[in-house]
């Protein structure tokens, strides 16, 4: 089984090599030269980062710990728990280093901005007899809307015939953590 590439003494440069013992100190084979060495499992330094969590308008700011390596990227998705709260998954709409940056190593970011996907809000816009009638509601953020799916919303029953996205564009099928708003037609 072939675990990954380290440094050969033999070889003189990295190789692939076999487990042979896991633990701070492995034993491991390389595949070119057979020389079984020893190699120390690098540790992960972790650092205390910043992640303001937008949800409904409301900032709530979090601390969490991460890999100082990892890399963040702004439309990713992060895990937030910082142990005193519930835990949310947020997607990064934003980078604080010393300047704003679409990616970064953790430990080179001061903040993290964020919006929550869990439960997102979703906006809803219903044509009905020459009036439309716009509403808000929680929904989980992995639901997906469909172009000619139909739904009800307090007394309305529709269906659905346009979805904005966040980004820009619109389309056909969609999760809500990714739509802007949706328009409906009563049925």
């Known amino acids: 089984m072939i675990d990954d590439q380290f440094f050969c003494p033999s070889c003189g440069?990295?190789?692939?090599h076999v487990l042979i013992k896991f633990g701070q100190e492995s034993l491991v084979r390389c595949e070119e030269c057979g020389l079984v060495h020893s190699v120390q499992k690098e540790r992960e330094r972790l650092i205390r980062l910043k992640v303001i969590v937008n949800k409904d308008d409301r900032s709530q700011p979090y601390f969490i710990n991460i890999p100082a390596r990892e890399v963040l990227r702004v439309g990713d998705e992060l895990l937030v728990d910082d142990g005193s709260r519930d835990v949310v998954m947020t997607e990064i709409t934003s980078l604080e280093a010393?300047?704003?940056?679409?990616?970064?190593?953790a430990e080179a970011v001061k903040a993290v901005w964020a919006r929550e996907i869990d439960e997102v809000p979703l906006k809803l816009s219903v044509y009905r007899n020459g009036q439309t009638t716009s509403f808000k509601i929680t929904v989980p953020g992995d639901e997906v809307i469909e172009i000619g799916e139909v739904r009800e919303i307090e007394h309305f029953v529709f269906k659905v015939v346009k979805i904005k996205l966040r980004g820009e564009g619109f389309a056909d099928f969609a999760k809500a953590k990714d739509i802007l708003r949706v328009w409906g037609r009563e049925i």
């Open 98 to 105: 010393d300047r704003r940056v679409e990616s970064a190593q």
């Open 13 to 16: 440069e990295d190789t692939d």
